[in-house]
């Protein structure tokens, strides 16, 4: 038997995880994070890529994160965008981490869904507390408005020290599920049609996190135009 050096326990463990959420274990799609050139950073000064661990796998941190917008509405400052691809449906697979110290009440990560510019997109917002108004919600961001769109209204807080495993799944009709450190049970649903075709990116609403491992499975789709 082959020793389990720290990758071979990494690809062990995500076999696992793939396997409880119903993806094929022999499924391997590549990770997005592995090319830096197939993002856009906003704003780049904000970002930095860095290989972590024994395994050498790319991490893409928001060390420095902007306040947040407020014109003409409140919504995430820092957002990196994936600009390869957009999906009609598909499964997101990757690692979240705050940066933030853990006392740090209402710190956040965010994963970017159906971006179409900057003012229209959604939003999963993973939080260490929910407050059923801003934290762990998931929100659209719709030109001039924003509002929350998932349920339940206070979906549990998980977001804590240490690397978290997070599953995002939308089908064409924009059924949504959050899955975080738990691959049976969602941490929140959602409907929302405007999320297939657009792009998929991440981010923060105002606090430092780290991303890792991200893979998409699914079926692409021509992007929707920028809106006016």
């Not at 720290?6 to 076999?15: E, M, S």
């Not at 050498?56 to 994160?65: I, K």
């Not at 049970?185 to 991200?214: C, E, Q, V």
């Amino acid at each position: 038997m082959l020793p389990r050096t720290p990758q071979r326990t990494l690809r062990l463990i995500a076999v696992a995880w793939f396997m409880a959420i119903g993806l094929p274990a022999h499924a391997e799609p590549s990770d997005l994070l592995a090319d830096p050139s197939a993002w856009r950073l906003d704003p780049a000064t904000s970002w930095r890529w860095e290989p972590v661990g024994d395994d050498g796998r790319a991490v893409l941190t928001l060390h420095t994160p902007g306040p947040p917008k407020h014109e003409p509405v409140r919504r995430p400052a820092s957002l990196a965008i994936y600009e390869q691809a957009s999906w009609a449906s598909c499964n997101i697979d990757l690692e979240v981490k705050s940066l933030e110290p853990a006392d740090l009440k209402g710190a956040d990560a965010c994963i970017i869904l159906g971006y179409r510019d900057d003012t229209h997109y959604t939003y999963v917002h993973l939080s260490n507390d929910a407050d059923g108004r801003t934290h762990n919600v998931i929100m659209k961001v719709a030109g001039d408005a924003r509002r929350m769109i998932h349920t339940p209204a206070r979906p549990e807080p998980r977001l804590g020290e240490g690397w978290h495993r997070v599953r995002i799944t939308y089908d064409a009709t924009g059924n949504l599920a959050v899955y975080m450190n738990d691959p049976h049970t969602p941490l929140m649903t959602a409907h929302d049609p405007d999320i297939a075709s657009g792009k998929i990116g991440l981010g923060s609403f105002n606090d430092r996190a780290a991303f890792a491992s991200m893979q998409i499975t699914g079926q692409t789709a021509a992007p929707r135009p920028q809106t006016p």
